[in-house]
């Protein structure tokens, strides 16, 4: 078993010909390769940075089932399950922690949403449940429990390494005979008499007959050079982190406020994560961390735990939220293109802890199977009906426990 701290040198030529072509080497295109070459495709995956240099790079990312979206649920119980058995497939220490996580509700609002997402989640074997005061200051300490009319926690839930994530699965795929390259640009695809027949890089052209866009925050353009339409944004995401504090932090869930999407949890050594979501941050590829977020932060950081109100922020760190319209994935095999294009991005803000089952769900679609989990509501044709039918998919309704 082995801890990932920075990809190793995968550049490299190409090989003339791959049978399928994964763009992308964040967590998502790393477990599609992975769980793709373990089935015996022949993969190349190609990345135009280095790998996990996207939104897959952010220090430490969340991981959990707490959705209020049947199918969101079961991508992320079913890869809740495959990170915890991480260490003997693909075989890495990702650092996965699992203290919680406990979602603070401001109104009697919030409280009816979450009561209905806990019970359909119940339903769906997540040991998630409503929690009372006394119990949200057992679990942390730090929360001012009068601001909130309720909670919600899932044990379970917690948090990893994404850099080992993706170290780990891009060393899996290697090991049964995928090629990744790094610092490759995907410039155009080839096609002919309806069929894909190649991939053009900065680097060459490769020959194939299937690809998988797995871009994120970027895929709208990659999708376009295919003539397909992926309604992908991309949004600035910044955290910051406290110095080893004295005295030491209270270990504590991943706790998240609800109204303000203010969130904190420990971080080594003897520090705390925080984080918010700006919600004037326009669309941008921006990953310039803006200390003129700090009063922001300190803001939603005293009114749910004033005992951290003037605790320091020694460093920050900026990255991208591949954000779609109903802040849902998209998932699937594109039709009206030439050739076999499947596209797994979107996924505003869960992509991490959705990519070990996303990768199984790829791999099932790729090999013509039904994969274990319904994922036909995450099509991209969704948004091409007419959104005044309210029998149209294009209504599917947002994902609504995202922060």
């Not at 890089?201 to 295919?226: E, I, N, P, S, Y």
Request: some cysteine; hydrophobic content about 40%; charged content about 20%.
């Amino acid at each position: 078993m082995t801890t990932a701290r920075r990809s190793r040198d995968r550049r490299g030529s190409l090989p003339a010909r791959a049978e399928v072509v994964v763009v992308g080497g964040g967590a998502m295109g790393a477990s599609v390769a992975f769980h793709l070459a373990e089935d015996g495709a022949d993969v190349l995956l190609l990345e135009a940075e280095e790998l996990a240099s996207g939104s897959s790079g952010k220090p430490i990312g969340g991981v959990r089932a707490q959705f209020s979206d049947p199918a969101n649920v079961d991508l992320g119980n079913r890869s809740l399950e495959l990170y915890e058995d991480f260490a003997n497939r693909p075989g890495a220490d990702i650092g996965l922690q699992q203290p919680g996580y406990l979602f603070l509700l401001p109104d009697a609002a919030d409280v009816a949403l979450f009561e209905e997402s806990v019970a359909m989640q119940n339903e769906r074997g997540v040991a998630s449940r409503m929690l009372a005061p006394d119990a949200v200051r057992r679990l942390n300490p730090y929360v001012d429990v009068d601001r909130y009319a309720g909670a919600a926690y899932a044990a379970r839930d917690g948090f990893a390494y994404p850099l080992a994530v993706v170290e780990g699965y891009a060393a899996g795929a290697e090991a049964y005979g995928a090629r990744v390259r790094t610092h490759v640009t995907v410039t155009g695809f080839e096609s002919r008499d309806d069929r894909l027949v190649a991939v053009w890089t900065d680097q060459g052209r490769v020959r194939t007959d299937a690809v998988v866009l797995c871009a994120g925050a970027w895929t709208r353009d990659v999708a376009a050079k295919a003539g397909l339409d992926l309604p992908v944004d991309p949004y600035r995401r910044q955290i910051g982190f406290t110095p080893p504090l004295d005295p030491a932090p209270v270990r504590v869930p991943f706790t998240i406020d609800y109204g303000s999407t203010f969130y904190f949890h420990n971080a080594a050594p003897d520090g705390l994560l925080l984080g918010i979501a700006d919600p004037a941050t326009p669309v941008a590829f921006e990953r310039t961390y803006d200390p003129a977020w700090l009063p922001l932060l300190r803001g939603a950081l005293g009114a749910c735990a004033p005992e951290l109100t003037d605790v320091p922020v020694a460093r920050g760190w900026a990255g991208l939220y591949e954000m779609t319209p109903d802040r849902n994935a998209l998932i699937g095999e594109a039709t009206g293109v030439p050739g076999r294009v499947l596209y797994a991005a979107g996924f505003s803000g869960h992509g991490f802890l959705q990519a070990p089952a996303v990768g199984e769900v790829v791999r099932d679609l790729y090999a013509g199977r039904t994969p274990g989990i319904d994922v036909s509501g995450f099509s991209a044709d969704r948004f091409a009906g007419d959104p005044r039918d309210p029998t149209d998919p294009g209504r599917r309704g947002p994902e609504s426990n995202i922060i």
